[in-house]
């Protein structure tokens, strides 16, 4: 949804990263005649309540650019009783090309980013989905992971003309004795081959553990469970879905 302002107030662009933020103070109904009150560079994310408390109002909207932590950041505002949102990346990125190409403090452009009345608000995801979306993050890097060392492994041995039987499946103890078994390796390409293969299964481990953890919570949820009658649709589908798009009644139609 677009942002609207109706009147003139203040707005905080938060620039935040894990241990600092960068904060600016505007206030006026558009991005070319907004005045900046104030800027805090450098403060700690550790004092964060204690610096709101300071110098923020109630009536005041903090803006902040979607990242790794905003989410959590606007929880901790929220908790405090003030309001705070969060943009999609891509559009302020491309409002403050439009907006702001000689601002240096990026908190500055989020602001009048916001000011514009173009930037789109991202939903906030409730701490039951943050923890879905989490945790299917681990499951996707252990799938990656896991691909990767399967490959990485099937170069090495390329690199040493050795091509392994179509079908071979490289999560086996079984096939990681056979390999060692064609060629006289020597001490270093053993060394390097068996710590490709300790690689590939800790990945499959945490790789099964995570897919366990996940048909678990399809089978605690309804709503997810409903979705296994769907066809195609398994339990890491299922878990996906719901990590994804979260509570579906905040949709008020379909078509949204």
Not at 77 to 96: C, N, P, R, T
């Amino acid at each position: 949804m677009e942002t609207k302002i109706k009147s003139t107030q203040r707005i905080i662009g938060l620039d935040c990263h894990p241990d600092v933020f960068t904060a600016t103070c505007l206030e006026g109904l558009n991005p070319h005649t907004a005045k900046i009150r104030w800027v805090h560079d450098q403060q700690q994310v550790s004092n964060l309540e204690k610096w709101a408390k300071k110098y923020l109002l109630k009536t005041d909207t903090i803006a902040l650019e979607a990242s790794g932590n905003s989410f959590q950041v606007v929880r901790r505002f929220e908790k405090m009783g003030y309001k705070a949102i969060v943009l999609e990346s891509q559009q302020v990125g491309k409002i403050s090309n439009a907006y702001c190409s000689n601002d240096k403090i990026c908190a500055t452009k989020i602001a009048r980013g916001y000011l514009t009345g173009l930037s789109k608000e991202v939903w906030k995801p409730d701490a039951t989905t943050q923890e879905r979306r989490d945790l299917f993050a681990c499951y996707q890097k252990s799938v990656s992971t896991s691909t990767r060392m399967k490959c990485r492994i099937r170069s090495y041995l390329s690199n040493n003309c050795i091509r392994l039987k179509a079908g071979t499946r490289l999560t086996t103890k079984a096939t990681l004795a056979n390999i060692l078994k064609m060629k006289d390796w020597n001490t270093t390409a053993k060394y390097i081959i068996e710590e490709y293969f300790v690689e590939l299964w800790m990945a499959e481990e945490r790789r099964n553990k995570l897919k366990a953890i996940m048909a678990q919570a399809v089978l605690d949820e309804p709503k997810l469970r409903q979705l296994l009658r769907l066809m195609g649709v398994k339990h890491i589908i299922a878990y996906a879905i719901g990590a994804i798009i979260g509570d579906i009644s905040r949709f008020k139609t379909a078509k949204n």
